[in-house]
């Protein structure tokens, strides 16, 4: 099984930076993902780490270390339409669980003027 | 063009009722599943399906049975719907590789969600 914690709420002001963090203990692993969510809306892939380092996409980054069991995922210069909650989740290893996804609950970030 | 596209996008029923909920995704992808969001918005897989064969079926109540009529489709049929099956529930679609370490997949990517509100 997995356990995923990553904080319930962040509030940043426009044009901060932010960093969620994400801590997982799994029986296997085979990458993190980060999704954003806007209320009432889909979840939308935002990065993908599978081995250590950082992953940079342009106002977004994620690091993962595999040994740490842990993830955060970095916004920088922070604008209005960040605010939405941000899903860390782990695919399990390859062998019989075809990509099945264990999700975090989510970290609502709240963008403020 | 929408790439996951599932209907309807609200659905309000009683209690003991049976409804559907269809999901058709043209992305190209062979991988297709079923997650169910509750109040405390955790993402949690019911269902995943490749290539229209059932391979994941985690612990969900067997009045949930989804149907692949081919790989562009999943569709959800719940019967004697109940007060906690109020959820959103969201299709999703990936695409299965070959590595040297198994099957892995793409990254997944969402229907627009449907909201189910059992009353």
């Known amino acids: 099984g997995q356990n995923i914690d990553q904080p319930t709420e962040m509030t940043a002001t426009e044009g901060a930076i932010v960093q969620i963090n994400c801590t997982y203990q799994t029986s296997g692993f085979n990458g993190l993902f980060w999704y954003q969510q806007h209320a009432g809306e889909a979840p939308t892939f935002l990065s993908y780490n599978v081995l250590d380092g950082l992953e940079e996409k342009g106002r977004f980054s994620s690091f993962l270390s595999r040994s740490k069991g842990y993830s955060y995922l970095l916004l920088k210069e922070l604008q209005m339409k960040d605010s939405a909650s941000y899903l860390c989740a782990v695919r399990e290893e390859t062998t019989d669980s075809w990509g099945k996804l264990q999700f975090g609950a989510g970290t609502q970030v709240v963008v403020t003027p | 063009d929408t790439a996951v596209s599932q209907t309807p996008k609200y659905l309000v029923t009683q209690m003991g009722n049976d409804k559907s909920i269809k999901c058709e995704q043209n992305?190209?992808?062979?991988?297709m599943y079923w997650y169910k969001q509750d109040s405390k918005k955790f993402l949690k897989i019911m269902f995943s399906?490749?290539?229209?064969?059932?391979?994941i079926n985690e612990t969900v109540p067997n009045r949930f049975s989804p149907k692949s009529p081919d790989k562009a489709h999943l569709n959800l049929h719940i019967n004697s719907l109940e007060l906690g099956d109020s959820a959103v529930y969201f299709c999703?679609?990936?695409?299965?590789?070959?590595?040297?370490?198994?099957?892995?997949?793409?990254?997944?990517?969402f229907g627009q969600g449907t909201r189910l509100t059992v009353v």
């Open positions: 999703a679609s990936s695409q299965a590789r070959l590595t040297g370490g198994g099957i892995t997949t793409t990254e997944a990517f």
């Open positions: 399906y490749n290539n229209k064969e059932l391979i």
């Open positions: 992305l190209g992808h062979d991988t």
